[in-house]
């Protein structure tokens, strides 16, 4: 089989176009929980110990909630468009690339959920799991190897 792998800089290039669509759609939100926190901290200094501890906390507990949201919004996108007729997310359709089974084949849903999950995994470390893709002989990223996906040009 004479598969033509996706390297590390194409990859990286795609996951930036996704960045900017997932930031188009999250950024407004961060903007409007951002001023709404910095409204209350300017509050804080007629508050007492207790009052101010209890909003630190809810606003750490905001911040939690949010960051989580973002995962699982992150996470299906592209799980979603990589198990689609498609094969790809945004970014990657844009420069002809396409996520595949170690076959070959369309993934389904789960299989690229797991993918998508892993890249936790492949963000430990200071991204080394990411930074595999430009050094393994299939062009995989841990992530891709945890889940035996490929990525490559169409």
């Not at 501890?53 to 750490?60: C, E, K, L, N, P």
């Not at 989580?68 to 094969?87: C, D, N, P, V």
């Not at 797991?114 to 002989?137: D, P, Q, W």
Request: proline content about 1%; hydrophobic content about 55%; aromatic content about 10%.
């Amino acid at each position: 089989m004479n598969t033509n792998y996706a390297g590390f800089w194409l990859r990286f290039v795609a996951v930036l176009i996704d960045g900017i669509i997932i930031g188009a759609v999250t950024w407004p939100v961060v903007a409007i929980l951002g001023l709404g926190a910095a409204s209350s901290v300017e509050n804080m200094e007629s508050m007492d110990e207790a009052e101010a501890m209890s909003m630190a906390g809810g606003m750490m507990a905001m911040g939690f909630a949010f960051q989580a949201s973002f995962f699982i919004l992150q996470t299906l996108y592209f799980a979603l468009m990589e198990s689609s007729g498609k094969q790809a997310t945004v970014g990657k359709m844009v420069l002809g690339l396409k996520v595949t089974d170690i076959n070959g084949n369309k993934l389904d849903f789960v299989k690229a959920l797991v993918r998508n999950v892993c890249k936790l995994i492949s963000s430990l470390i200071m991204c080394i799991g990411y930074i595999m893709a430009g050094f393994t002989e299939k062009k995989q990223a841990l992530h891709d190897m945890i889940a035996s996906t490929l990525v490559v040009k169409k």
